[in-house]
């Protein structure tokens, strides 16, 4: 049943057994319809605790109103159906917490403080009231893990498939503010938590979809909870923003890892006017993530490159805090900025040097 | 030709010229992937100019980031392809425009001054980098109309249609704030502009697509200029709110008609628990709407009450602001507030009263 298996939020092994259904009788959910749109708003927004002094004002008028003190930060993230998840196997709570965690993850990739977020649902005919609260449940949850207001937003139909867009503000005062232009050379480059794991998660469940869809293989997916949770349910990385401040540590440079370390650290050296140099046995890489790039044939070192959706925090340091990031378990130092001149080199475990490329969609 | 008739941005007799292709080949225009996310996203980016100095970095990090001195406002749209908008007979540039007036028109509703929008789209595989850049065009045209800053956004494809979602964010002073919870008994019920015609140049443009998709009868569009702008192209009424302020009145509480006339009053006596008394004879209606619905066979009231989409302001005024209104062309008064237990009432022109009630999407 879809409701049972949403009720396990932080299980992911009852995915698969998520089925959108065709027949909403027989399910006995109530169909959106029955509601209206008035009352559905009503449902979405029933649960919402304001946990921040700088909302004034939430979900019920034109706009929210809101007050800061410092600078404002705002960002927004579109994500469908068929793109950027498949229904199959998402459970719709992770989906609402990811939604959420992806734009609070650009709000502190900008050394800011997460304080709002105003979400837009587009939802078609399969959708009933209850996968709408499940929905709804995992944005609630992210909101007070973050600390942020739902403050606005919009619901609609649409012809086909689910949409979400999802803003998100944040407040920091000037002196905090961290941008992509800040890296100079001779600088640490550093990343937090471990990369690639979020692509073989995704490849894993791809994998699985196809067995279930073409022979009726049941999946398997026992033992690979770290690399699924990585995709389904990933964490902005709020901890290593105050884990900086306690060490009183300001990166001159920050990015989120949302395209891939290569693509995102490509992004510092072009706005920063500088060259990076990385060493591939420095980029970490967690061991599931390793046997499962084994299985799947695949490199290991090519998915933390390339693979994206990791959510990490990718920033450079002045080299003077080497000492203290060496004693800093949840942060890596994977390479040094360079000189322009010097280009974007990855140098491989063999020693050899090659030149990083991004991969952005098409 | 498609961009010949994009580029007729005012006038729209050519509207039906528009067809989405399926040979982008033959069109001699570029395919999106031709280009990639990161050089569309250049594309998309290259006209923008910032206007505000509340706007202190706009595109290109993690997150915009800007600064007030006084509160701020903010609220979202989300428009999809096929719910919301037609493509058959929506011109591109009108519905850049379109989807950053009504955003800015929920800013204005809160007597705020709209500063800053971030944009998403989504599109499919129709769409070629002209089809954007005229979208993107009536986006520019309408922020510079607006005096709002294009500050973030995504760009990212869909399965199928075109998914556009726009957050338009704006500052007051906490004295400026206009809430829908003010309105008293005894104090006016004004509305700007005219009514329901926004819903009738709708009810053209789908008679006239009926007609051509069955029958391959041309479209006869000529002398509906007025319906066919305030459904494809309207405008927020900034100019309200400036002549508001010049007249030295503030509403005591405001809604942007989006949802139609009767829906929306409701809102604000539901939020200020009031009553209130409408008079049919005075809901402004267009001559060309009256034609209109009289051709259509349908009543014009109902189309003012409920058609939705004229985005002009529905505000409340003390009652010594009558003899100012009075003078004012711009500004009809249309009833008044007053107790809540007297219900919401519409005295029809033959003296009747009738109760009023709202009609939302289901």
Known sequence: MLSLCYKAFHSIVCIFAIKLKENIEAMQETPIEKLGEFALINEITKNIQIQNTSTLKGVGDDAAVLSFSEK?????????????????????????????????????????????????IAVDKRFTVEMIEDFMEGVHYACEKYRVDLVGGDTTSSLTGFAISVTAIGEATEEELCYRDGAKPNELICVSGDLGASYLGLQLLEREKALFEKEGVQPDLAGHDYILERQLKPEARQDIIALLKKLKLKPT????????????ILQICKTSKVGCLLYEDKIPIDYTAYNMAEELNINATTCALNGGEDYELLFTLPLDAHDIIEKTPEIQTIGYITEETKGHILQTRGGAEV????????
Do not use: C, R
Not at 355 to 362: D, F, I, R, S, T
């Open 72 to 120: 404002v930060v705002t960002t927004t993230d579109m994500l469908l159906e068929g793109i950027h998840f498949d229904l199959m196997y998402t459970p719709l709570k992770h989906l609402g917490y990811k939604a959420v965690a992806i734009n609070v993850s650009d709000i502190l990739a900008m050394n800011a403080t997460p304080s709002q977020i105003l979400l837009s």
């Open 355 to 362: 030149e990083l490329k991004a991969q952005g969609w098409k």
């Open 253 to 264: 440079s920050m990015i989120d890892i949302s395209d891939g370390l290569a693509s995102d």
